[in-house]
């Protein structure tokens, strides 16, 4: 079973950026997708980006269209999420994901990692 570990958060100002890595422990097969997801504190988990890791064809949530970009790497079996203009209602804990559908519905994802938090003071 691949495990999933994220890495790369911390504390900004907003309107500042950060990079999260997800590294996968194994291979990440053509069949894959990988997303990224949040969970503010006290609100339920939502979606943020996926990626296709086949055709790196993506997706990303509303509310991230055009600050945060998605990326892979497919012999790294890695995923980017680089995050800029940050806000502050950007802050949560950021979970890397992998499933075989192309949703924003975390219930088709199987893999999660542990998460990694990321602060955005104003």
């Known amino acids: 079973q691949v495990q999933l570990v994220e890495s790369g958060g911390g504390s900004v100002q907003a309107g500042g950026s950060l990079r999260l890595s997800c590294a996968a422990s194994?291979?990440?097969?053509?069949?894959?997708?990988m997303g990224w997801f949040r969970q503010a504190l006290g609100k339920p988990r939502e979606f943020v980006a996926l990626i296709r890791w086949s055709s790196g064809t993506y997706l990303y949530a509303d509310s991230v269209k055009g600050r945060f970009t998605i990326s892979k790497e497919n012999s790294q079996n890695r995923v980017w999420l680089q995050m800029n203009a940050l806000k502050t209602e950007d802050t949560a804990v950021y979970y890397c994901?992998?499933?075989?559908?192309?949703?924003?519905?975390?219930?088709?994802?199987?893999?999660w990692g542990q998460g990694t938090q990321v602060t955005v003071a104003s």
């Open positions: 194994g291979r990440i097969y053509n069949s894959s997708v």
């Open positions: 994901a992998r499933g075989y559908q192309y949703s924003s519905n975390q219930a088709d994802y199987f893999t």
